[in-house]
């Protein structure tokens, strides 16, 4: 589908196609990234060369509906950031309270979901939180 629609790139979890499927489909400049739960998984993907690492779940969330996914915490993301610069997105349970920590740890991105989705104004909630990670960075 991603290459039907002429998509940027494809976010790709661990029992979807593979890297390298998707290197073969899309053309090399499309950006691919992986969800990454343990290091096991994060060496995988940076050998696979992706564009991207998604890491988490960081922090307790409903919104992800991964259930059976460990609370990676925040030192998976400061032990990521020691071994590549691949660029890190932090999802999972990312709320006004942690954000700066997720972020301070080498986080490049988050990702917000349950914040935002729930606010009576989504779209303030997310200029908040853009407004808020651009002042971090």
Not at 53 to 74: C, H, P, Q, W, Y
Request: hydrophobic share 35%; glycine share 6%; charged share 30%.
């Amino acid at each position: 589908m991603a290459k039907e629609v002429d998509s940027d790139g494809v976010h790709i979890g661990q029992n979807d196609d593979t890297v390298e499927y998707c290197r073969k489909t899309l053309s090399n400049e499309k950006i691919i990234g992986t969800s990454n739960n343990n290091m096991e998984e994060i060496y995988q993907s940076i050998k696979a060369n992706v564009d991207y690492l998604a890491i988490g779940k960081v922090f307790e969330t409903s919104t992800m509906g991964k259930k059976d996914r460990n609370i990676v915490g925040l030192e998976l993301i400061a032990d990521t950031k020691k071994i590549t610069a691949i660029p890190i997105v932090a999802i999972g349970g990312i709320n006004k309270n942690n954000a700066n920590k997720v972020i301070r740890l080498g986080a490049d991105s988050i990702c917000v979901v349950s914040e935002i989705v729930k606010s009576s104004n989504p779209e303030l909630e997310a200029n908040k939180f853009k407004r808020f990670f651009d002042n971090e960075k």
